[in-house]
């Protein structure tokens, strides 16, 4: 098992370096259908990212590519959705015992989503043109940043899936900003949203903390290896081909 989660964690992490996608859509389904518990794999993939997202953040921080107001609204949602997700859980689990069934389902469904998104944003995301709602300023949207980030937030909580995805393609169509200011603003604000879900699904014993450090230990030089390679990859052709995994991965989760 241990060498089978190292090479899990070089493959995730390669594929995140090599195509900036992948990540938590592709990890947790792998490590629900080779056996481990959904709860605990969905635990375990938060904390998981939230290791690997501080050195993102740390390093879009060094290059001023964060938009800190945006984090802070996106989190002024997510925070307190994330928080719901997990007390949902705790509270359908005492009443019904199925919460293994409603994280896989929900995980699925999730999945789904993530492949369309991740389709569009390959196929589409260069044509999408300023709208009225990247016109105006972020004060004027901060109701709707805030309902975005509250409920996304909720499905990551539920599902670790979505901390980097989602958010990302709202932010591409809703918010006006250049590429490095995107990304580095996701990871960042993926960063928040990942350690607090982690922290609480530690608290309900749902991290596997050997898992954790063995993924780590493989997706380290994973990413290292992805990222030199980026460059000469076919990025659009490898990022359909992880959103049809992601897709068929979903659907064998509510099949």
Known sequence: MTLTVLFMGVFVGFMVGLTGVGG?????????????????????????????KLFGTIQHWRQKTIDFKLVKMLAMGSIPGVIAAIIFLKLFNSFFHNQEIIIKHALGYVLILVAFATLFKV???????????????????RGLTITIGAVLGFVVGLTSIGSGSLYAIVMLYFFRMIPAQLVG???AHA??????????????GNVN????????????????????????????????????????????LIG
């Open 123 to 141: 196929f589409f995301g260069h044509k999408i043109k300023e709208n009225r709602w990247q016109l105006k300023s972020l004060e004027e949207k």
């Open 185 to 187: 603003t996701d990871i």
């Open 191 to 204: 960063f928040f949203l990942a350690t607090t879900a982690g922290i609480l699904h530690a608290s309900m």
């Open 24 to 52: 938590a859509s592709l990890l947790t389904p792998i490590l629900i259908l080779i056996g481990i518990n959904p709860s605990i794999a969905v635990g375990t993939d938060l904390l998981y990212n939230s290791i690997t």
């Open 209 to 252: 903390y050997t898992l954790v450090l063995n993924l780590l230990i493989g997706s380290v030089p994973g990413v290292i290896i992805g990222s030199m390679l980026s460059t000469k990859a076919p990025t659009n052709i490898l990022r359909t081909i992880i959103a049809s995994l992601v897709l068929i991965s979903g659907l064998k």
